[in-house]
């Protein structure tokens, strides 16, 4: 029940427009469905390109996002290769719902802001740009809007996304 309420909440969340993500396999289905393809989340996950960790455990890992929205935006993915909503095994995504609960939690405490954006986007047309399924973990601030990030844009800078990660992390506990 937990995770049908949450599933909702996510859905109704309206699409970023999508620019799929550089590292992308160049023949990544686009849709609701299509075999897994390289991208760069996969890469992460096979230590091939860094990322800021803020948690990981044997099914999930949550990470900074290197264009954020707001500070703090954070990703969480499942290990398993699972390109959207509709591939992924409910028993990943109820845990991957619970530990998006709790880094929401654990945002809330380290950077106090006003909300919590939760977001899953599956498929091009909901604006999903890498095809590996996730969740959008970002913090908002009244009066402050989201930024309007791109691809084009250079990477935000690791070390201070390491200084984030390392705080969110600490407020795990």
Known sequence: ?????ALALLLAAAPAAAEVAPGSASDTATGLTGAYADNPFARILAGKLPAAKVYEDRTVLAFMNIHPLSTGDLLVIPKGHY????DIPRPVLDHLIDVTQRL????MKALRPDG???????????????FHFHMHVTPQWKDVPL????????AADPKQLAAIAAKIHAAMR
Not at 1 to 5: A, K
Not at 83 to 86: C, D, G, H, V, W
């Open 83 to 86: 390109r959207t909503l509709i």
């Open 1 to 5: 029940m937990r995770t049908t309420i």
């Open 104 to 107: 929401a939690k654990a945002q």
């Open 116 to 130: 919590i954006f939760i977001r899953q986007n599956s498929g091009e047309a909901a604006g999903q740009t890498v």
């Open 147 to 154: 930024a309007q990030t791109s691809y084009k844009q250079s």
